[in-house]
T-cell receptor
Framework: DAGVIQSPRHEVTEMGQEVTLRCKPISGHDYLFWYRQTMMRGLELLIYFNNNVPIDDSGMPEDRFSAKMPNASFSTLKIQPSEPRDSAVYFC?????????????FGPGTRLLVL | AQTVTQSQPEMSVQEAETVTLSCTYDTSESDYYLFWYKQPPSRQMILVIRQEAYKQQNATENRFSVNFQKAAKSFSLKISDSQLGDAAMYFCAYRSASSGNTPLVFGKGTRLSVIA
């Protein structure tokens, strides 16, 4: 298995631009999580899905952030418009259902820099 | 809400020696999972070891072992025979098991340096 795939790996953009981060979870995993890592706040959950349905989006900072999971093999996290404080590493993680262990496997992350 | 505390921002160890990283957590739940993740400079999050709260036996994975003290809400990671490749950030994480597959709650991390 290729593991969780994220693209792009690095993104540099200017304030006000739209940014779209993409994630392909491990095949067969029912859960998908988006986390953000910053120096100030550490690793924090943004949103997670179960069987393509958003379960908890309370970590999404504000309306500028949106996430979708149109099918079991693809999810996007969109920031529009982007701001310098959105600069961070964004991780996608997937996991099987709890009865199969429920361990979360992380993608390599997308390092976002908003100028 | 659950919280995870790693009180050691930085640690160092001599190659081939043993080091212990500390982690405490706060929860009112009885059923949960605990994890240690390693993050090398590449930023990849790599699972090191996991512990189910209902198991009394401490988990081990080769040179990595944990000391799980449920009553004290403590979950330390011991790395034996430290190697240069162990240098990384280490994150302790908690996950509830009471309502499906829930998100991880992370500590702030401990940066481990390995001295040759």
């Amino acid at each position: 298995d290729a593991g969780v795939i994220q693209s792009p790996r690095h993104e540099v953009t200017e304030m006000g631009q739209e940014v779209t981060l993409r994630c392909k979870p491990i095949s067969g995993h029912d859960y998908l999580f988006w986390y953000r890592q910053t120096m100030m706040r550490g690793l924090e959950l943004l949103i997670y899905f179960n069987n393509n349905v958003p379960i908890d989006d309370s970590g999404m900072p504000e309306d500028r952030f949106s996430a979708k999971m149109p099918n079991a093999s693809f999810s996007t996290l969109k920031i529009q418009p982007s701001e310098p404080r959105d600069s961070a590493v964004y991780f996608c993680a997937s996991s099987p259902r709890l009865v199969a262990g429920g361990t979360q496997y992380f993608g390599p992350g997308t390092r976002l820099l908003v100028l | 809400a659950q919280t995870v505390t790693q009180s050691q921002p930085e640690m160092s160890v001599q190659e081939a020696e043993t080091v212990t990283l500390s982690c405490t957590y706060d929860t009112s739940e009885s059923d949960y999972y605990l994890f240690w993740y390693k993050q090398p400079p590449s930023r990849q999050m790599i699972l090191v070891i996991r512990q189910e709260a209902y198991k009394q036996q401490n988990a081990t994975e080769n040179r990595f072992s944990v000391n799980f003290q449920k009553a004290a809400k403590s979950f330390s990671l011991k790395i034996s025979d430290s190697q240069l490749g162990d240098a990384a950030m280490y994150f302790c994480a908690y996950r509830s098991a009471s309502s499906g597959n829930t998100p991880l709650v992370f500590g702030k991390g401990t940066r481990l340096s390995v001295i040759a």
